[in-house]
Structures are given as C-alpha cells and as structure tokens.
C-alpha cells in the first residue's frame, strides 16, 4: 500500500499551488480521502474531506473558498487546489485514505512541505 504526495513547494503569499496524491495497493473508489497539514509546534488538522465516489466534500473554515479538493478514480489520485495562499497555510501536508465502511482501514502519505513565504 502506498500513498505517494507531490506538488508542494516555496510560493509568494496569494500564489497556487496543486497537490497531487497518488494511491496503489488497494482498492481506491472504496475510501474516503482526506488532506491534513501540520505546522511546525501545531497539531495535525483535517483541511478537507471527498467521499470515495467524490459527491461530498469538506473543508476547514481556515481553507473554505481558497482550497479545492478532487478526486480521480480511475488515476486512483487526488487533489487539493490551493489558490489565494497565506503565510500560515504553511505546513507539512498529508494525504490519508480511510475506507468507507471500516474506519481502521486507514493508510497515511509521508507528507510535501509548502512554504508560503515572500
């Protein structure tokens, strides 16, 4: 099993960037995805939520209306648009897989760093 992040990097405050996370090993359409951050001396927080078949979506208030979370079943991969960054978005990324019936069935990226700095 394994998820693979990429896309993070260093952008100005008010830049993009995509996130992509690839997923291999199971059976991807049966999870639900999620991205979490965490920030340096920060707990890791939930920044949005797709259901396995993409028709329902969540995002942290912090994030709500600058980020954008998809999903690709058949690349098995999903994404987090980021638009409109701030310095404080700023922090490791992760992807994590959580099946949709077994919620022990979880399975974690090994995080990409952003950076929004100028």
Not at 1 to 24: K, M
């Amino acid at each position: 099993v394994q998820l693979v992040e990429s896309g993070g990097g260093l952008v100005q405050p008010g830049g993009t960037l995509r996130l992509s996370c690839g997923a291999s090993g199971f059976t991807f359409s049966r999870y639900d995805m999620k991205w979490y951050r965490q920030a340096p001396g920060k707990e890791r927080e939930l920044v949005a939520r797709i259901t396995s078949a993409g028709g329902s979506t969540y995002y942290a208030d912090s994030v709500k209306g600058r980020f954008t979370i998809s999903r690709d079943n058949a690349k098995n991969t999903v994404y987090l648009q980021m638009n409109s960054l701030k310095p404080e978005d700023t922090a490791v990324y992760y992807c994590n897989a959580v099946h949709l019936s077994v919620q022990a069935w979880t399975y974690w990226g090994q995080g990409t760093q952003v950076t929004v700095s100028s």
